[in-house]
Nanobody, 122 residues
Framework: QVQLQESGPGLVKPSQTLSLTCTVSGGSITTNSYYWSWIRQPPGKGLEWIGYITYSGSTAYSPSLKSRTSISRDTSANQFTLQLSSVTPEDTAVYYC??????????????WGQGTQVTVSS
């Protein structure tokens, strides 16, 4: 059973960098056919894809967030990390990490973390 757990500060000041880590258990982040995503949900809004890192370490980001986003990984710890710079209150959201299976049509997301609330406020 794959499990994902987000961790990081729940409160970030405007203009600072938000940093969250997703720790994966029950499966390796280097296993072929899986990408590892970050998604967020602002209050009262739908899910927003932020970006992913592949099993080989390549990355892709949402065009609207690309200039402020970086996703990296620590394969020895089986973790991947989101950094979002220059945050504003509009970045307040529940942040999720998730696993995406890319070896089939539709790229289903098969496992999610429980989500972590991040509030941007001074």
């Amino acid at each position: 059973q794959v499990q994902l757990q987000e961790s990081g500060p729940g409160l970030v000041k405007p203009s600072q960098t938000l940093s969250l880590t997703c720790t994966v258990s029950g499966g390796s982040i280097t296993t072929n056919s899986y990408y590892w995503s970050w998604i967020r949900q602002p209050p009262g809004k739908g899910l927003e894809w932020i970006g992913y890192i592949t099993y080989s370490g390549s990355t892709a980001y949402s065009p609207s967030l690309k200039s402020r986003t970086s996703i990296s990984r620590d394969t020895s710890a089986n973790q991947f990390t989101l950094q979002l710079s220059s945050v504003t209150p509009e970045d307040t959201a529940v942040y999720y990490c998730a696993r995406v299976y890319v070896a089939t049509l539709g790229w289903p997301t098969d496992y999610w973390g429980q989500g972590t609330q991040v509030t941007v406020s001074s």
